[in-house]
């Protein structure tokens, strides 16, 4: 998951200075709507059809990032329009993906602030600030990708490695949680997922040397009820993997590998193996989906032999358990930090048969689409590639290997969409040539531990593009290239639209059969988030967040903009 390893330290440094001048535990209460009414399992779990609220960051449990309204289409979208701009008290990266409770928004902020507005007319109603610990320890930027919702219960991860729990009417404090230790590496940047009286939160942290987990906790009370650990203390060595999921030979040195596990201690306490995104959820299989980030340290494979599992993998436990049920393993022994970030999409595809099975997309920094079936873990298929891929897999060096993609993808975190109407997932890409140095270090304690650096070279071109996979073929339908590497996530809609904003500040919208670009808007800052949409009083709207990324070092800003048509 990281970026300019060079830079994190500085960065991180100077926000934390930051981070203390702003937060203090408290709620501010501005003019209230009527209480909000409760949101119940029922509505949780039927979300995919409600076309009013935006109920889960990533849509629903299947997290299709499809909404259902067709209100704002392909005939008339070029009459969109700024409806309000919310501007938060936080001038920093957002990569919030906000939730929608009849007319009632909540996003969130880097620092963790947490904001409820009026989702019509930008009206705040309250505000929250996270109370912050002494220590936090963070890759990537400060961010908060958004808040998860039960009863009338908001669920936040904190930097400071806590869940949190506000009352959504006041955003009062109601509990909170400690998951792990900061001291350690770990933080907290995902949006939680809540199911079943459960809140269900990762960890990142892969590159300080944690041990990975999701765990679910008691939404009430916030008590732990189950964990999984993304590295098992044994097997983690794996079947000893010598090509990669398409394929490719890894040129990994089994023999050699072998021989160190013999001498190699309890490397597996700190193997990394971060959760950075939502899980997917099947009610009918019971069985929570998510994916698993790379190794530690990142760049050097020496001191971790064997397959290192579970990372780089696509993995499945039982909702009511957290036991094992499956996985596939992308890259085994990842010595080149591809970890597998951007979240799961459930949905109905076709096997290599032309049958219809319960379907798990993944989109890899590899630039490649993989379609497993659910039921097994195992892959179907895989994509053409969506960026250029080359010396694939050569391995990092002291003075440095060029290899393509880089460090940060193809698909980094950002989610993708899909419309199964036509059997097309959205992905959005980035290009960014990068040579791999690696240099062995011993484990710091809880700091930055990524066994070497990853340089951008400043020579070669950098950009980004919206591609449109057929994901029961694996075919390229189309693509759009963008100026810069694309960082934020794609929105569709039953309007035939993709939206997917950019660095640059332009938020753009696109035919979704055909990729033809059909309007934009110029926000003023980088477009680093994923849309969502909703309905208040029959008129459908459009919002995003404008806040820039740490990661690119897009221009920063502290805007969400919401869109509607105008007559």
């Known amino acids: 998951m990281s970026a300019f390893p060079l830079k994190f330290h500085a960065i991180r440094s100077g926000l934390s200075a930051l981070a203390g001048a702003l937060l203090v535990s408290l709620a501010s209460v501005g003019p209230a709507l009527a209480d909000m009414d409760a949101v119940t399992q029922d509505m949780l779990t039927g979300s995919w059809e409600d076309a009013n609220n935006w109920l889960h960051t990533n849509g629903a449990y299947w997290q299709k990032r499809y909404a259902p309204a067709n209100q704002i289409n392909t005939s008339n979208v070029n009459r969109l329009r700024p409806a309000f701009t919310f501007q938060t008290e936080v001038i920093e990266s957002m990569e919030t993906s906000p939730i929608v409770v009849n007319g009632r928004m909540f996003l969130t902020t880097s620092f963790n602030h947490v904001y409820a507005i009026d989702a019509a007319t930008g009206e705040e109603i309250w505000h929250y600030k996270h109370k912050m610990g002494p220590v936090t320890t963070y890759c990537c930027g400060p961010n908060n990708r958004g808040v998860a919702i039960l009863g009338k219960m908001l669920y936040m991860g904190t930097l400071d490695a806590k869940l949190v729990a506000l009352d959504a009417d ?126 530690s340290p990142d760049l050097d494979g020496s001191i971790r032999p064997g397959d290192n599992l579970y990372t780089n993998s696509l993995v499945a436990v039982d909702l009511d358990t957290g036991k094992y049920k499956c996985h596939f393993q992308y890259i085994a022994h990842d010595v080149w930090d591809l970890d597998a970030v951007s979240p799961v999409i459930l949905t109905d595809v076709k096997d290599k048969n032309g049958k219809t099975v319960p379907g798990a997309l993944h989109g890899g920094k590899t630039g490649h689409i993989y379609v497993h079936d659910r039921r097994n873990c195992s892959l179907i298929r895989f994509s053409e590639a969506m960026v250029p891929q080359e010396n694939m897999w050569v391995l990092p060096t002291k003075e440095g290997k060029r290899m393509l993609p880089g460090a940060n993808g193809g698909v980094e975190w950002s989610p993708m969409a899909v419309n199964p109407d036509l059997g097309l997932a959205y992905a959005v890409n980035l290009h960014q040539p990068m040579t791999y140095h690696v240099e062995s270090t011993p484990y710091p304690g809880g700091k930055l531990w990524l066994g070497g650096a990853f340089k951008v070279i400043p020579t070669e071109a950098q950009w980004g593009n919206i591609t449109a996979v057929n994901y029961n073929s694996g075919k390229i339908a189309w693509q759009v290239k963008t100026e810069q590497p694309m960082m934020g996530g794609a929105l569709a809609t039953a309007g035939g639209l993709v939206f997917a904003g950019e660095g640059n500040g332009w938020f753009r919208a696109y035919n979704a059969e055909n990729g033809t670009k059909l309007w934009q808007y110029q926000a003023g800052a980088g477009v680093n988030a994923p849309a969502v949409s909703y309905t208040v009083n029959g008129k459908q709207y459009i919002a995003v967040a404008a806040g820039g990324n740490v990661q690119l070092n897009f221009k920063r800003g502290n805007s969400v903009v919401a869109f509607s048509l105008v007559e």
Do not use: C
């Open 170 to 295: 006041t955003g009062k404090l109601m509990w909170e949680t400690q998951i792990a230790e900061p001291e350690l590496g770990y933080s907290e940047t995902m949006a939680p997922t809540v199911i079943n009286n459960r809140v269900l939160i990762g960890t990142n942290g892969g590159e300080y040397g944690v041990r990975g987990f999701v765990k679910a906790y008691n939404a009430a009370d916030g008590k732990l009820v189950w964990t999984f650990h993304t590295i098992p203390e044994k097997g983690h060595e794996g079947v000893w993997a010598t090509h990669d999921a398409t394929g490719r030979n890894m040129l990994r040195d089994i023999a050699k590998e072998k021989a160190d596990l013999k001498n190699a201690g309890d490397f597996w306490k700190r193997l990394g193996g971060g959760v950075w995104q939502n899980p997917a959820i099947d009610r009918e299989l019971n069985t929570v989906y998510f994916v698993v980030g790379n190794p």
